[in-house]
């Protein structure tokens, strides 16, 4: 035996040894040491299909039953499908990764939504039967709930997708910079360092309109301390990879158009789903 076959064969000792029989999958790995017929005959089966093997082979006639059952006890279980509820409330966690980028000054903003997301995803495990996808959620509570009861879920996702807005708009104004920017312009220091302008506006057009004069002036005060362009592209990862400047701007318009795409989908599909239950989105 070469070393390289040697080699293979100590490897696939420490491999999962799966195999598939009448249509369905088994885990060995366990029986391997115990096989009356040895190990080395299970891990040439390794990955294949081993009905014919089981039904044909003589010796295994007289104890078919119990292999049978044997097989039972080793059968791999599909997971159970995870709800769209989970799914979607998942998604808006990369959210509260970009918002924790944006400083301290915003702890507010990220536990806002991330609490949000927890409220959601608690709502699912309370029962993922009964809650497999947000419009689940929101009707349940509209027809179990009276109004002046508070609906949590319904209320969770309404202030979720309302924040999700305010980051989609603050990058689409943030893109579009770049995306104005003449073809033949290659350095990017000419852009504006202030980012207030975007974070304020989008403000404007999404949260502003929802909150109470007190919030107003504490977001407020989190505008003032909003990051730099400089300070977010270096948080973003951006700045920290070697890139040129020349290519700095493609990159820059290719990633956040295809997470703004992303977004996009996520909020229109939520905004729907509340309009559709008489919600502003």
Same mark, same amino acid.
């Given at each position: ?33 115990i096989h009356p017929g040895g190990e080395e005959v299970l891990r040439r089966n390794s990955g294949k299909d081993i009905t014919e093997v089981l039904l044909n082979q003589p010796a295994h006639k007289p104890v078919f039953n119990f292999i049978r ?31 924790? $980028?944006?400083?301290?000054?915003? %702890? ?5 939504? !991330?609490?949000?997301?927890? #409220?959601?995803? *608690?709502? &699912? ?65 000419? $852009?504006?360092?202030?980012?207030? %302008? ?5 403000? !404007?057009?999404?949260?502003? #309109?929802?909150? *109470?004069? &007190? ?38 318009i290719d990633s956040i158009e295809k997470y703004l795409l992303l977004l996009k989908a996520n909020t229109d599909a939520v905004s729907i789903l509340l309009l559709s239950h008489g919600i502003q989105p």
């Amino acid at each position: 035996m070469t070393d390289v076959d040697e080699g293979n064969r100590q490897k696939l000792k420490y491999e999962p040894l799966i195999v598939k029989f009448e249509g369905k999958e088994y885990d060995l790995s366990s029986y391997v040491k115990i096989h009356p017929g040895g190990e080395e005959v299970l891990r040439r089966n390794s990955g294949k299909d081993i009905t014919e093997v089981l039904l044909n082979q003589p010796a295994h006639k007289p104890v078919f039953n119990f292999i049978r059952t044997k097989l039972k006890t080793l059968e791999l279980k599909s997971l159970p499908e995870e709800s769209e509820s989970a799914k979607e409330a998942k998604s808006s966690k990369s959210i509260v990764q970009f918002v924790d $980028l944006l400083g301290t000054t915003f %702890k507010p903003v990220k536990a806002d939504i !991330d609490g949000n997301v927890n #409220k959601l995803n *608690n709502l &699912f495990e309370s029962d993922s039967t009964k809650y497999f996808n947000l419009n689940d959620i929101v009707k349940i509570e509209k027809t179990t709930l009276s109004e002046s009861e508070f609906h949590i879920g319904t209320d969770a996702l309404t202030w979720l997708n309302r924040a999700l807005l305010y980051n989609q708009t603050f990058l689409t104004f943030f893109l579009k910079e770049y995306k104005d920017l003449p073809e033949d312009v290659e350095s990017l220091d000419e $852009l504006p360092e202030d980012l207030n %302008k975007h974070f304020h506006l989008a403000y !404007d057009l999404t949260l502003k #309109k929802y909150h *109470n004069w &007190f919030v107003q002036k504490i977001f407020g005060v989190c505008l003032m301390a909003a990051p730099s362009r400089t300070s977010l592209l270096t948080y973003l990862g951006y700045l920290n990879s070697g890139i040129q400047q020349s290519n700095l701007k493609q990159l820059i318009i290719d990633s956040i158009e295809k997470y703004l795409l992303l977004l996009k989908a996520n909020t229109d599909a939520v905004s729907i789903l509340l309009l559709s239950h008489g919600i502003q989105p």
